[in-house]
């Protein structure tokens, strides 16, 4: 499978963005699909992931409360919705697929798409 992440800017503190993950291929609904960042810096880290039927979804704790991450798998298309944006949270994000369907383990992500800019102004 392949993905393409788009939808990342510039967005104020406090502000929101919506990522998307677009799939190629016609088994997107059997993959789980993630959501990583990486800061200047930092290593990449676990932002979100969502199994492959959307039942089951999970985060980092420091975007509880705050991010989205959903599916639609009539359109191949996973996202990420971020609201209450703060500094922080600026990274590249990238969106995987897991082919277990789990969405949850890292070492179960075998593709990934290219990054999207996030940046959160102060």
């Known amino acids: 499978v392949q993905l393409q992440a788009s939808g990342g800017g510039l967005v104020q503190a406090g502000g929101s963005l919506r990522l998307s993950c677009a799939a190629s291929g016609r088994t997107f609904s059997r993959y789980g699909m993630g959501w990583f960042r990486q800061a200047p810096g930092k290593e990449r880290e676990f932002v979100a992931g969502?199994?492959?039927?959307?039942?089951?979804?999970y985060y980092v704790d420091s975007v509880k409360g705050r991010f989205t991450i959903s599916r639609d798998n009539a359109k191949n298309t996973a996202y990420l919705r971020m609201n209450s944006l703060k500094p922080e949270d600026t990274a590249v994000y990238y969106c995987?697929?897991?082919?277990?369907?789990?969405?949850?383990?890292?070492?179960?992500?075998?593709?990934w798409g290219q990054g999207t800019l996030v940046t959160v102004s102060s």
């Open positions: 969502i199994s492959w039927s959307g039942g089951s979804t």
């Open positions: 995987a697929a897991d082919s277990t369907g789990r969405g949850l383990v890292l070492r179960d992500f075998d593709y």
